[in-house]
């Protein structure tokens, strides 16, 4: 369930920001910033869980690493960041690949959690919680990557050599 809302928190902004370009004369909101926005939403929740739940989150870790709490505490400063570092236009991209980067890394917290029935945020179903969550984590990769403009498999331009 909670995964349904965390997906509904970056989609649904989208659409309706969309509905609003289409019926409200003037507004042009671009794709690109409408993914931003839930992005942003997306990215402030979970970070609110490291402040709230910080306990619960860091059962998510083995026990065998250290600084668990210290951990989630940056984490969640780090998302927050995030939250607001992709509103930065001199900002956007180096935010956003560190965003795509933590969800990278954060990846095998998630696995752990759910091997190990960790009782928070669905992972006490198990591996069946992974069917949904690896595929999730990977749509918000893909969401990160489009909403701060990344063009890592897109080909430039070549630059023109002017020579006088």
């Known amino acids: 369930m909670m995964l ?14 969309t509905l609003a370009n289409r019926y409200i004369p003037g ?3 671009a794709p690109t910033t409408r993914a931003r926005v839930g992005l942003s939403l997306f990215f402030v929740f979970t970070a609110l869980g490291h402040f709230m739940s910080t306990e619960e989150m ?11 709490i210290e951990i989630i505490y940056l984490t969640g400063v780090l998302e927050l ?12 991209k180096l935010t956003g690949i560190c965003l795509i980067l ?7 917290a998630n696995i ?11 992972h006490e179903n198990g591996m ?8 999730f984590q990977f749509f918000l990769i893909w ?12 080909k430039q331009p070549e630059e023109a050599v002017i020579v006088h």
Not at 83 to 88: D, P, S, T
Not at 112 to 122: C, L
């Open 128 to 135: 069946v919680y992974l069917l949904l969550r690896v595929p």
């Open 4 to 17: 349904l809302f965390l997906l509904l928190l970056l989609i649904a902004p989208y659409l309706i920001l």
């Open 143 to 154: 969401w990160t990557y489009y909403a701060t403009e990344q063009k890592w498999f897109t």
């Open 102 to 108: 933590m969800a990278i890394s954060l990846l095998p």
């Open 58 to 68: 860091s059962a998510m870790l083995p026990s065998s690493i250290p600084y668990r």
């Open 27 to 29: 507004a042009q909101i």
């Open 81 to 92: 960041l995030g939250a607001i570092g992709v509103w930065f236009p001199n900002l956007m």
């Open 112 to 122: 752990y959690s759910a091997i190990n029935h960790v009782d928070f945020g669905g």
